[in-house]
């Protein structure tokens, strides 16, 4: 089984719809949660981190769940422009988060008009 | 700030050359990760630095790979004798330093493609 599991996809979803995904990890020690986004040809970046209770940045809300673990992404009023592919990542260990983490293998999201 | 930087942004090589990619952290960080990424295998760590010391190689494929950070400014990441399946995009990452220290911050990456 992969450390870090998501539904590779592609979600074709239409303009303004909410679409949200799931990624599966297999350590139950891992302390740290992120969401990463890739652009076509370029690098990942960012998007957001996971919090036990849950957060949310403006459309975006990210969830955890410990007990089946598994984290989402929800993205609500959805633009072209977030057209990407979505990148689960979690730190497997209780290291500092700025040590090995692990990518899951990323969720295409394509928005159509 | 210039953000992580990486050379050359294209390379196109002859099986059996020797390659070496370039990488330059953000200043202040003292975390520095090597990725290569495949379209069968995703984003994969080759190998991570912290300080200038190699902490965990686990990921380099075989001894054809080497990395090194002489400072904390620079890191490179060579590859001899290169084989085609050594084609990847490869990203050198930093993090650390006071703000958002979990964060990886990714240079444009290294388009590799071995003939």
């Known amino acids: 089984r992969k450390e870090v599991e998501q539904d590779p996809g592609p979600f074709n979803v239409p303009e303004g719809a909410t679409v949200a995904f799931n990624c599966t990890y297999s350590?139950?020690?891992?302390?740290?949660f992120f969401w990463y986004r890739q652009d076509c040809r370029k690098e990942p970046k960012l998007l957001m981190s996971?919090?036990?209770s849950g957060n949310e940045d403006g459309r975006f809300t990210a969830q955890l769940n410990r007990a089946s673990q598994y984290i989402s992404l929800l993205i609500r009023d959805s633009k072209l422009s977030d057209s990407a592919t979505y990148l689960c990542?979690?730190?497997?260990?209780?290291?500092?988060?700025?040590?090995?983490?692990?990518f899951g293998s990323g969720t295409r999201l394509s928005i159509r008009p | 700030d210039a953000g992580v930087i990486q050379s050359p942004r294209h390379e196109v090589t002859e099986m059996g050359q020797e390659v070496t990619l370039r990488c330059k952290p953000i200043?202040?960080?003292?975390?520095l990760f090597w990725y290569r990424q495949t379209m069968m295998r995703g984003l994969e760590l080759l190998i991570y630095?912290?300080?200038?010391?190699?902490?965990?190689d686990s990921g380099m494929p075989e001894d054809r790979f080497s990395a090194k950070m002489p400072n904390a400014s620079f890191s490179t990441l060579k590859i001899q004798p290169s084989e085609p399946r050594d084609s990847a995009v490869y990203f050198c990452?930093?993090?650390?330093?006071?703000?958002?220290?979990?964060?990886?911050?990714f240079g444009p990456g290294t388009r590799l493609t071995v003939l």
């Open positions: 990452a930093s993090s650390g330093g006071t703000v958002s220290e979990d964060e990886q911050f």
């Open positions: 350590n139950s020690a891992s302390q740290s």
């Open positions: 996971v919090y036990s």
């Open positions: 990542v979690v730190n497997p260990t209780a290291e500092s988060s700025a040590s090995k983490i692990i």
């Open positions: 200043s202040g960080h003292d975390y």
């Open positions: 630095f912290n300080n200038n010391v190699p902490i965990d």
